[in-house]
C-alpha cells in the first residue's frame, strides 16, 4: 500500500512539473512573439499624454521629454507606422492612418518610433528604427 500511495504522489508531481513545464514554454512562445515599442522624442519641445494605438493595443506613455527615449511598451502586433496622439504645449497632435492594406506586420522584437515635430509645418511625423 505504501508503494502504491508513494509511487501516486511521485506521478502527481511529475504531472504537475510537467504541465508548468507547458505553460512556461507556452509564456515564452507568447513572448517572444510580441512586439516592443519605444518612442523617442527627435524634437525641441517635450511630448506629453503620449497615446499609441497599433491595431494589436494601445498603450500609453505618458510625457518624454524633448530629445528624449520612454520605456519599451509590448503591443500583440505593429506595423511600421500606427495611430499617435500627444500634446505639445497643451496643443493636441495626432498621427492618424489611414488604413494598413499591403502593410506587413512588423517580426517581433524591439522598435522605436522616432516622433519629430516640424515646426514650419506644425506637423508630427513619425518613422520606425528596429533596435
Not at 513572448?31 to 516592443?36: F, G, R, T, W, Y
Amino acid at each position: 500500500m505504501k508503494k502504491l500511495l508513494s509511487g501516486l504522489f511521485i506521478g502527481l508531481a511529475l504531472l504537475n512539473f510537467a504541465c508548468s513545464k507547458d505553460k512556461e514554454l507556452s509564456n515564452d512562445v507568447e513572448a517572444k512573439s510580441q512586439v516592443q515599442i519605444r518612442i523617442r522624442n527627435a524634437s525641441l519641445l517635450p511630448f506629453e499624454d503620449i497615446e499609441v494605438n497599433t491595431s494589436g493595443g494601445i498603450n500609453k506613455f505618458g510625457t518624454v521629454g524633448d530629445n528624449q527615449i520612454s520605456d519599451y511598451k509590448t503591443f500583440d502586433f505593429a506595423y511600421r507606422y500606427s495611430f499617435v496622439k500627444l500634446n505639445i504645449n497643451g496643443e493636441p497632435y495626432i498621427i492618424q492612418p489611414i488604413d494598413y492594406t499591403g502593410e506587413q506586420k512588423l517580426e517581433s522584437g524591439k522598435y522605436t518610433y522616432e516622433i519629430r515635430l516640424d515646426p514650419e509645418s506644425n506637423q508630427i511625423f513619425m518613422s520606425l528604427a528596429n533596435d
